[in-house]
């Protein structure tokens, strides 16, 4: 069945670039997102990419998508200590059907 | 503000007891959702409702109900709750299948004991 696969946990320097990866297997997705969830809050959704597109800019927030690999990465560039928080890949698998993976722990060192 | 309002935001309920999840958005969204979030396994889908006057079981239906009252308000029910039940509960709505995202509440944290 479907499933998107992220590591549990990701650590980083203040200032550095933070690199969330992420592996799905639908390949008829025609949308992938990125949500943030801070705590005791409900997810955000950062940005989303459609599947005809190999990348997305928005800010300090870059999107890969490699759909021969099924894989799609978040780059957070100059990496600030309010982006620790837990980042969920999610793919729409159409038919009002999201699968979201279990998502990564982003912890930001001062 | 705009968006998805859940409540409660905490509940502490014993086995067998039942009570009512509540959802209201105010984007005058098409689809609106239930999610449980249970540590290290993302979020699973209970209910979904495409449209107001629909709805259709999720991954996890068992031991649910749902009621989409009107387009602004989706209910999420537990008959008799068990320990397994214990989780994070969202609320979410889009303005149709999914694309562009979704809009979450802030959730429900439900302890069973």
């Known amino acids: 069945g479907e499933d998107v696969e992220q590591s549990l946990f990701l650590s980083v320097r203040e200032g550095d670039s933070s690199v969330i990866n992420c592996t799905y297997t639908d390949s008829s997705s025609t949308y992938l997102y990125w949500y943030k969830q801070e705590p005791g809050a409900g997810l955000q959704l950062l940005t989303y990419i459609f599947s005809n597109m190999d990348m997305k800019q928005d800010q300090r927030l870059t999107v890969l998508l490699n759909k021969k690999d099924k894989h799609l990465s978040l780059r957070i560039a100059d990496t600030q200590t309010g982006d620790s928080a837990i980042y969920f890949c999610a793919e729409d698998t159409g038919g009002f059907k999201t699968i979201f993976g279990a998502g990564t722990r982003l912890f930001v060192k001062a | 503000n705009a968006g998805v309002t859940q409540t409660p935001k905490f509940q502490v309920l014993k086995t067998g007891q039942s009570m009512t999840l509540q959802c209201a958005q105010d984007?005058?969204?098409?689809?609106m959702y239930w999610y449980r979030q249970d540590p290290g396994m993302g979020l699973r889908l209970i209910y979904y409702s495409a449209s107001e006057g629909t709805t259709d079981k999720g991954e996890v239906p068992n031991g649910y109900n749902v009621s989409r009252l009107n387009k602004r308000e989706f209910s999420l029910r537990l008959e008799s709750a068990a320990p397994s039940q214990t989780s994070v509960y969202f609320c979410a709505s889009s303005p149709g299948t999914g694309t562009y995202g979704y809009t979450f509440g802030s959730g429900t944290r439900l302890t069973v004991v």
């Open positions: 984007m005058n969204h098409n689809s």
